[in-house]
């Protein structure tokens, strides 16, 4: 989420500006909800037709049988060091416009309920035995008929497609993970006069936390951030407070070659060595 491209892959600038334009804590939540719920959406979508859409692109999907790799081909087609290829702009320009509408129907239902109550507030009392008054009508709303997403009916969507028979009830490896490089961008925390302290990335934690018992993996990565934007202070929250919830701890100054498979004396051959499975193991783990 860098502002220029000093690293390799090179950011996605559309989807950071997108979830860095929020001003007020209340916004940042809708953001990350809306963003979330239209990823979704839009990945069912673009998984459905996995295969045509890499025909549409002339790329021949032999050697790429698992539906990741057939969506790590579509999505790295045309990259390269300065700027990333256009079908995985294309993806992420639709769940930007989808996320935007999302958003602005979040917001006209707040504004609506928000009305709701303060007409029912401001109504006396009915009496024993008269006729209740009837309730506010919907009319603006109903005019409008917008398109309701719920983030975890969406998610519902795409683990059916992902794994056969999926119900929420059960346990299962992650079939599905989410990760923010350079994420320290959506950590600045904002403190203002009587507003306890938020950052972008508290909000996304709690949009994620609706769907916490969902198959689905989320990692935040950060390569110039501090520890301490990560992980918020437990004061922070009752809840931690009194043991209901924990917060999980950032994994910080790994080594390197953690998971890097054994070299095993006249068994391992140079060519196991200079495979890609054995040099995919090494490095720092992600």
């Known amino acids: 989420m860098l502002t220029y491209a000093l690293g390799f892959p090179p950011p996605d600038s559309e989807v950071r500006d997108w979830l860095l334009e929020s001003k007020t804590k209340a916004e940042a939540h809708t953001h990350a909800y809306a963003f979330l719920c239209a990823m979704f959406v839009v990945l069912l979508r673009y998984l459905k037709q996995i295969d045509d859409e890499l025909a549409a692109i002339g790329v021949s999907s032999v050697g790429a049988e698992s539906l990741a790799s057939k969506f790590r081909l579509l999505m790295t087609q045309g990259q390269t060091f300065f700027h990333q290829g256009p079908t995985r702009k294309r993806f992420y320009s639709a769940i930007l416009q989808l996320a935007s509408e999302v958003s602005s129907v979040i917001l006209i239902l ?155 004396s006249n068994k391992t051959t140079l060519d196991d060595v200079a495979s890609l499975r054995v040099m995919a193991s090494m490095s720092r783990p992600l």
């Open 110 to 264: 707040g504004t609506v309920l928000n009305g709701l109550l303060l007409q029912m507030r401001s109504r006396p009392s009915t009496r024993t035995g008269s006729t209740p008054p009837s309730s506010p009508k919907l009319s603006s709303m109903d005019a409008m008929s917008p398109q309701i997403y719920d983030l975890k009916e969406e998610l519902t969507k795409l683990m059916a497609f992902l794994i056969p028979g999926f119900s929420v009830m059960n346990t299962y490896p992650p079939a599905l993970i989410i990760s923010f490089d350079e994420a320290h961008a959506l950590a600045k925390v904002e403190v203002k006069d009587k507003i306890p302290p938020w950052s972008k990335f508290y909000e996304f934690r709690r949009a994620l936390r609706v769907i916490q018992s969902y198959p689905c993996f989320s990692v935040f990565l950060a390569t110039t951030g501090k520890v301490n934007q990560f992980m918020p202070d437990p004061g922070d929250s009752s809840r931690v407070q009194q043991e209901l919830m924990t917060l999980i701890t950032p994994f910080c100054e790994l080594g390197y070659d953690q998971l890097a498979e054994k070299v095993v």
